[in-house]
């Protein structure tokens, strides 16, 4: 990743100047949190979104850890903030049990969290930051009532980091149900430079500690990531990722996905679009689903397919609405759907659910949680008491929102009222939708959330975007 922030120019050029000799001082970028399991690699501070579930201990504005062992004063401005984490947890609580996989708390009970399993990453040891290999935590914050859908160790994904699925099928415990934490460089150079890490006490948040309840005393489950041998006077992008339900970068909200009416194409098994612009072979892949969706809108039969409007329906029950794919410029293939340009198209379509008749939405009274580009636009005279299952799409929190850029609705921000109910008439063409990011951030992992919305269903979908 292109580091083109001010406070990293600058450091970068402060590195460069020193002398050939070795210089200790280590500069870490750490590009991590979650929303729902997320990953934000923009400079905005860590917490800036109220639903993220991933915090980093020490909590350092601009997501840059930057200290000279030598240098005792740069170290504890670090090593004190997570000293004031590291107190909290040395509270006397009666009310806690010291959990593994063979001992689960009493009913309501809370596990402890021991920091003396954490091996050099401790108070004593400064965090391992005066010898210049820092310990950084990674603390899973409280989530009422939630429950991780966790992953089969058995049948572990493919896009699964084969280190950790070593790590998982070697475990002492093979069934163990975890969140399972990988960290990596960001790039090659990042990789080269990252040094190996440990992590302590394990690869990943025990089930034992979900879902948080309210109990008296809970603590917050901690890893804490031991970095050996981090080269010095470099500018690491370390990308932590959370594997938790559906492979290597793992947005929770994407275990609902199955069962929402609203399905994404592309649709890759870990939910990131990842692709380098210049690369046709890293784009490819996703334009050639797009392609096999829409070979049948291409093929579709000719004798039952009807040219519907508000104005024009069919008047058979067995004839379907067409879906006609050239109002979808640029988003068409001959364009590769606008993916070599950095502003990609993907598509969305309302499943078939057999005689589901949406409640449309009261336009004239949208919901007050709708988002205020999607009332304005469902206002317009035109629109109005116009039927349709409306569609929104942004960034899940503030920082998303300033990176995704523009997003441009093909042919319109909703599903027409008269491709519903589907009554498995055949032919039947499920409505489509396509969204092209106009202008999204290169460089940064931009968590975007769709939704529908009617009166009886506001499903959504989730996925993430990454160009280089």
């Given amino acids: 990743m292109c580091l083109k922030h001010p ?16 210089i200790y001082g280590i500069l870490l970028v750490i590009a991590v949190a979650f929303g729902c399991v997320r990953l934000l690699q923009a400079s905005n501070d860590l917490h800036a979104s109220k ?33 004031e984490v590291y107190d909290t947890y040395q509270k006397h609580n009666r009310n806690l049990y010291n959990c593994d996989e063979n001992s689960l708390p009493p009913a309501g009970k809370s596990c402890n969290v021991d920091w003396r399993e954490f091996g050099p990453c401790n108070k004593e040891n400064a965090y391992g930051y005066q010898k210049g290999t820092p310990c950084v935590f ?22 699964m980091p084969m280190e950790l699925k070593s790590y998982i099928v070697n475990s002492p415990y093979p069934n163990q149900r975890a969140l399972w934490v990988y960290c990596k460089g960001e790039n090659p150079a990042d990789v080269e430079n990252i040094g190996p890490i440990t992590y302590y006490p394990s690869r990943g948040f025990s089930h034992y500690y979900f879902p948080y309840e309210g109990q008296d005393g809970y603590l917050e489950p901690i890893i804490a990531l031991y970095f050996e041998r981090p080269m010095s006077r470099i500018i690491l ?22 069962q929402s009416k609203l399905e994404v194409i ?39 397919v009807y040219s519907c409007d508000d104005h024009s329906l069919p008047d058979q029950e067995d004839y379907v609405c067409d879906v006609d794919i050239r109002q979808w410029a640029p988003c068409v293939q001959e364009n590769h759907y606008s993916y070599h340009r950095s502003s990609p198209c993907v ?11 949406p409640k449309y939405v009261n336009t004239s009274d949208p919901p007050e949680k709708m988002p205020a580009f999607l009332k304005e636009y469902i206002s317009n005279d035109y629109l109005k008491n116009n039927r349709a299952v409306w569609l929104s799409c942004e960034g899940e929190n503030d920082v998303d929102k300033e990176n995704i850029g523009p997003i441009n609705y093909l042919p319109r921000l909703g599903f027409p009222y ?27 992992v931009i968590f975007v959330k769709c939704q529908i919305w009617t009166q009886d269903s506001n499903d959504s979908a989730s996925f993430a975007l990454y160009i280089q």
Wanted: hydrophobic share 35%.
């Fill in 7 to 22: 406070c990293y120019e600058s450091l970068n050029k402060f590195a460069a100047s020193k002398p050939a000799r070795i």
């Fill in 237 to 258: 992008g370390i990308l932590v990722i959370a594997i938790v339900a559906l492979g290597c970068v793992a947005i929770l909200q994407m275990s609902n996905n199955v």
């Fill in 347 to 357: 598509f969305l379509k309302i499943k078939k659910t057999p005689f589901w008749e």
């Fill in 51 to 83: 639903n993220a579930k991933l915090a980093i201990v020490p909590d350092i504005k601009a997501n840059l850890i930057h200290f000279d062992p030598k240098d005792l004063g740069s170290i504890e401005g670090i090593t004190s903030k997570i000293d």
């Fill in 418 to 444: 008269y491709y519903f109910p589907y009554k498995n008439q055949q032919g039947y063409l499920e409505p489509l939708i396509a969204i092209q990011f106009e202008r999204p951030t290169r460089g940064v």
């Fill in 266 to 304: 592309p649709n890759p098994e870990d939910n990131l679009i990842s692709y380098s612009s210049t690369s046709n072979k890293e784009f490819e892949k996703y334009t050639l689903q797009i392609d096999q969706l829409l070979n049948k809108y291409r093929s579709k039969p000719v004798g039952n």
């Fill in 138 to 159: 990674l603390k899973f914050k409280k989530h009422r009532d939630w429950v991780p859908n966790y992953l089969n160790t058995t049948n572990l994904p493919d896009s």
